[in-house]
């Protein structure tokens, strides 16, 4: 009927939204974001070994193969840049915002593929996974295009080879980014073998044999090819992460804090009860959903067997189930408008008008989404300036009383400089930090960045001293860092519009009851900084301040 809105059509405004706020948040200061943790393990691959060495080691410090390659080629190319390595993710996190609540839409309901989208965009492990150099936001990717291309090859009336493709290559690259997912990629022959022994030998057994045979082989080719050899080089580097941990009772209340996004029990107590009304809905409605079961059942396993390093933390123990997630946040979706549907029934029968009780329902449904939006640990990020969103002080545990991190760093010295700088407009003045720890549990930049709200970058040493740091580069064209400066290159220091180089002096603190010594290993380096640079223009117990050449200070500066 003319004047009309199509149903259809008036859902699309709030799904754009939803698919809006998470690029959004996946974009937000990215350009601006620092190298951190495990992100450099690559970049140390690359300085010095050869493609060769790259593809036949999986190391020890956990660089993913395929990657490191790219990021190989990249730098040979054009020079790497953090944007240069994080593209990948970042295409993976977007497609994931797009195409899960599209697929989902079409199976379940405009209302649940809503509620998922919005729920897949606030997600903080989804956030964080879609901004850092790792593999973890592509797998999640491949697994789910994995079950989808196995499922329509094993169960369509008129096969296509295209579909046996896609499972094998996107089983194959999940596994090679990230081995620990390979009892995700070869999770769906379980229940498709069950359905083999439960129909028995009926007319269709043999073509639903052969169809698993031609999958297993089309994907067990390729993985063997990739991840053999460097099984059989190094078996070392996977054998000594092997045997060391297991998940603990705190592990396996800590990852659903991890999973729904928030520090606070009330609301991830919501998310979970939700998440169980809807969980029958998903299993009768998402024909995956067996694959993704499976699979935790398989990973479950494997973890009891390999016992792998760092299980314990839950972090670590989200990661290794990762692909569990949007089966968990379909869920609840499904239980909220379930449950919202209910409450609008009941309301209407208690003869309120249809508005009203639409409203409800609206309501309801919306619960999880407010819920965990409004207790989300994402907001002390989306502060600016703020170029440390892959700080593990962020991420490693939701709960405040139980990161480790937070405790740590309460006992690293803060100089009064930083508070000093709060006067200059944000983001108005660079400050390159030298020495850049390994880990950055003794990188202090976010309370800086909080008092002082100016940008700061790494300082790299290189070749101003000798560094044995893992964290350092040389200075040529292969690497291209927007948020890290060499501070013995002049032209560095202008283009980056670097304000102040400072020298956080070594220090000792307390942790876990241990004396921590930190930057020993480079107080050598103090040396040659004052040479290059003259006499300090701020100096205390903590830190050295100086003043670059005037060519590089383009921006305002304040007086001290």
Not at 252 to 261: Q, R
Not at 502 to 529: I, M, N
Request: glycine fraction near 6%.
């Amino acid at each position: 009927m003319a004047g009309i809105r199509s149903p259809r059509r008036s859902w699309l405004p709030w799904f754009a939204l939803a698919i809006a706020a998470g690029i959004w948040l996946r974009l937000d200061q990215l350009t601006s974001q620092l190298l951190l943790e495990d992100e450099w393990h690559a970049i140390y691959r690359i300085v010095h070994d050869a493609p060769a060495a790259i593809f036949l080691d999986f190391g020890h410090s956990d660089h993913s193969i395929p990657l490191t390659l790219l990021y190989g080629l990249e730098a040979r190319a054009f020079g790497l840049s953090e944007i240069a390595m994080r593209w990948p993710q970042l295409v993976a996190g977007i497609a994931t915002l797009v195409l899960f609540p599209w697929y989902v839409a079409r199976r379940f309901g405009r209302a649940e593929a809503l509620v998922f989208a919005a729920l897949l965009a606030i997600s903080p492990l989804l956030y964080f996974f879609s901004r850092m150099a790792r593999p973890y936001a592509l797998t999640l990717l491949f697994v789910w295009v994995a079950y989808v291309a196995f499922r329509r090859y094993a169960e369509a009336a008129a096969p296509r080879w295209q579909d046996a493709a896609c499972y094998a290559a996107s089983a194959t690259l999940a596994a090679w980014l990230h081995p620990v997912v390979v009892p995700f990629v070869v999770a769906p022959f379980v229940p498709a073998a069950w359905r083999c022994v439960r129909a028995g030998a009926d007319a269709g057994h043999p073509r639903r044999i052969t169809r698993l045979a031609v999958l297993a082989l089309a994907a067990a080719v390729p993985m063997a090819a990739l991840l053999l050899p460097p099984l059989i080089a190094h078996p070392e580097s996977l054998r000594l992460k092997s045997g060391v941990d297991l998940p603990n009772g705190d592990t396996l209340v800590g990852v659903w804090y991890l999973w729904f996004g928030s520090g606070a029990t009330w609301a991830v107590a919501i998310g979970g009860a939700l998440a169980i009304a809807g969980l029958p809905v998903v299993w009768r409605r998402l024909p995956e959903a067996s694959s993704a079961v499976a699979g935790v059942a398989l990973i479950a396993l494997a973890i009891v067997v390999t016992q792998p390093a760092w299980i314990g933390n839950p972090l670590t123990f989200s990661r290794y189930l990762l692909p569990v997630l949007p089966l968990l946040l379909l869920s609840t979706a499904c239980g909220a408008v379930r449950l919202g549907g209910t409450l609008r029934r009941a309301v209407a029968g208690r003869g309120l008008n249809r508005v009203a009780a639409g409203g409800v329902g609206a309501a309801v449904t919306a619960l999880p989404v407010v819920a965990l939006a409004a207790t989300t640990p994402l907001w002390p990020l989306l502060q600016y300036p703020n170029a440390n969103s892959a700080h593990a002080v962020y991420e490693f545990d939701f709960r405040p009383e139980h990161n480790p991190i937070l405790r740590l760093m309460d006992g690293i010295p803060l100089s009064p400089w930083w508070a000093s700088l709060g006067a200059a407009p944000p983001g108005s003045l660079a400050i390159a930090v030298a020495p850049f720890p390994i880990e950055s549990v003794g990188w202090d930049a976010p309370r800086w960045q909080r008092l002082s709200r100016q940008r700061v970058v790494h300082g790299l040493l290189t070749p101003l001293c000798a560094n044995p740091r893992p964290n350092e580069v040389p200075d040529d064209a292969r690497f291209r860092f927007r948020n890290a400066v060499h501070v013995a290159d002049d032209a560095e220091l202008a283009a980056q519009h670097v304000n102040f180089v400072v020298w956080q002096k070594p220090y000792r603190y307390t942790a876990h009851g241990l004396d921590v010594p930190v930057a020993a290993d480079v107080a050598h380096c103090a040396e040659p900084l004052a040479a290059r640079f003259g006499p300090p223009a701020y100096e205390d117990q903590w830190l050295v301040v100086y003043r670059p050449a005037p060519a590089a200070s383009t921006k305002r500066d304040v007086a001290e």
